[in-house]
């Protein structure tokens, strides 16, 4: 059975940082792209980093380059989003997904996390 588990989230001023990490399990992990989406209350679902199986690809829109990082850990099935320089704006739920490429539109990805809540503090 295919799950994956976000942990990490929590409440943060603004400028400050967080990690999120998602643990995967069974070989989904191995032959798939990892992304991770984020949904603001009334706001659709919106792609905020993608890595490919690799590592060596990844792919952030302009709303967070330069300040979010995506990372994994094929030894531990795990991919990571390193969360600096953090913004109001920044405030959601965090989804991880995984599916067969890095794109940004959400029905691409073909598994997804139950979330975990990110809230940025002014």
């Known amino acids: 059975q295919v799950q994956l588990v976000e942990s990490g989230g929590g409440l943060v001023q603004a400028g400050g940082s967080l990690r999120l990490s998602c643990a995967a399990s069974?070989?989904?992990?191995?032959?798939?792209?990892m992304g991770w989406f984020r949904q603001a209350p009334g706001k659709e679902r919106e792609f905020v980093a993608g890595i490919s199986v690799s590592g060596g690809d990844t792919l952030y829109p302009n709303s967070v380059k330069g300040r979010f990082t995506a990372s994994r850990d094929n030894a531990k099935n795990t991919v990571y989003l390193q969360m600096n320089s953090l913004k109001p704006e920044d405030t959601g739920v965090y989804y991880c997904?995984?599916?067969?490429?890095?794109?940004?539109?959400?029905?691409?990805?073909?598994?997804w996390g139950q979330g975990t809540q990110v809230t940025v503090s002014s």
């Open positions: 069974g070989s989904i992990f191995r032959f798939n792209a």
């Open positions: 997904t995984a599916g067969p490429l890095v794109r940004s539109d959400w029905d691409s990805w073909y598994y």
